[in-house]
């Protein structure tokens, strides 16, 4: 698997065969398909792009042309092949359907997505810092501090944790393990948190880096009719 573009649908809990119990999210990757590709001897490398969805409403010709016999997908999104690792562009072509066919229960996979945002905040929410006293008296509650120096360097040093925005930022998750999968629905159910809310759009792709403490994942129990 190169990659997919996802929509993050919620989160639940499962138990796996021992009565652990799982937090999961549930992430839909139907309408997955290749809707272009980069060779390397016309772009310099190669690449796929997948598209998600479809925009029916667009009418600007210098956007359909990018799609020559294929409606204009909702989002599109570019993965690169390494010819190292054995990833070759031949087995895609446009118009494919992309599904969870190539990806395996307890395999692990890169999630990325946009946090949530959370607005202006103060440095007691955005970094978790202590604060000034909270008892009668004082004026000092949730100031972040002295923030500069004496005479040398007379300057605030950059990077120095202020107030400001926070979340809604471009965030990856890592090592995310996959506890089971619903191929007939399009449904992919991963092991913990992934960033942003309901709705949001999501890139998976193969871990990049090796779990340090590999994770055991078991198929979730069945319910009996």
């Known amino acids: 698997m190169i990659g997919l573009i996802g929509q993050?649908?919620?989160m639940t809990q499962i138990f796996n065969a021992d009565g652990t119990v799982v937090p999961v999210t549930v992430i839909g990757v139907q309408g997955n398909r290749v809707v272009g590709l980069r060779t390397r001897e016309k772009n310099n490398y190669d690449a796929v792009q997948v598209g998600w969805g479809e925009n029916s409403k667009e009418k600007r010709k210098t956007l359909l042309n990018n799609f020559p016999g294929?409606?204009?997908?909702r989002?599109?999104?570019e993965f690169r092949l390494d010819r190292t690792k054995g990833e070759e562009l031949a087995k895609y072509k446009v118009g494919q359907e992309l599904s969870?066919?190539?990806?395996?229960?307890?395999?692990?996979?890169d999630v990325t997505g946009h946090s949530i945002g959370k607005g202006f905040q103060g440095v007691v929410r955005r970094y978790g810092m202590h604060g000034g006293p909270a008892t009668h008296g004082s004026n000092f509650h949730r100031h972040p501090g002295s923030i500069g120096?004496?005479?040398?360097?007379?300057r605030v040093f950059k990077g120095k944790k202020?107030?400001?925005r926070?979340?809604?930022?471009r965030v990856t998750v890592q090592n995310l393990a996959v506890v089971s999968i619903d191929t007939e629905k399009g449904?992919?159910?991963i092991s913990g948190a992934v960033p942003g809310k309901r709705n949001a759009m999501l890139l998976i792709r193969p871990s990049v880096k090796k779990p340090n403490v590999p994770q055991q994942v078991s198929e979730p129990v069945k319910k009996s009719a």
């Open 166 to 169: 926070m979340g809604g930022v």
């Open 100 to 109: 969870l066919a190539e990806v395996k229960v307890g395999a692990f996979l």
């Open 149 to 154: 120096h004496c005479t040398a360097p007379a």
């Open 75 to 77: 989002l599109v999104r």
């Open 187 to 189: 449904l992919l159910l």
């Open 8 to 10: 993050k649908l919620g």
């Open 162 to 164: 202020l107030p400001g």
């Open 70 to 73: 294929q409606k204009r997908p």
